[in-house]
């Protein structure tokens, strides 16, 4: 991820819990891919011990998890409109920044069952769009 983008997921973050603490909850949204921990843990050890040859079979062999959802947007969360809570997700891009293919899905996938998905390059943006939602 650019790190570019994880400030200004940041700062929207931020503005949303400041201006809206009662309205709006988002949290940050994590799709990749891990490692186990005891892998990892495990190979360390190896390296460390000097037992190079074991450390590269090892690592050959281990495979990566994938975590999340592919496409789901970077920051999730809900919004409170007329005694009900809604669904919200934001996806954070760069000024210019393009939706891939996956992430387009997720949109229309969201808004056919009512949620709200919002496309934002900044915290100004992002705030803007939250308050249309809120009118």
Do not use: W
Not at 121 to 130: L, M, P, S, T
């Amino acid at each position: 991820m650019r790190q570019e983008e994880l400030k200004i997921q940041q700062k929207i973050m931020m503005a949303v819990g400041k201006n809206y603490p009662a309205r709006v909850r988002l949290f940050r949204n994590f799709v990749g891919t891990v490692y186990s921990p005891a892998i990892v843990e495990a190979l360390r050890r190896l390296l460390f011990s000097g037992k190079l040859k074991e450390a590269q079979k090892m690592a050959k062999k281990i495979k990566p998890m994938r975590i999340g959802v592919i496409g789901s947007p970077d920051l999730q969360g809900f919004i409170h409109i007329s005694g009900r809570l809604e669904y919200l997700g934001v996806e954070v891009k760069v000024p210019g920044g393009q939706q891939r293919k996956e992430q387009k899905k997720f949109q229309e996938t969201i808004e056919y069952f009512g949620g709200h998905y919002l496309l934002c390059d900044g915290v100004d943006d992002a705030i803007e769009k939250i308050e249309n939602i809120l009118k």
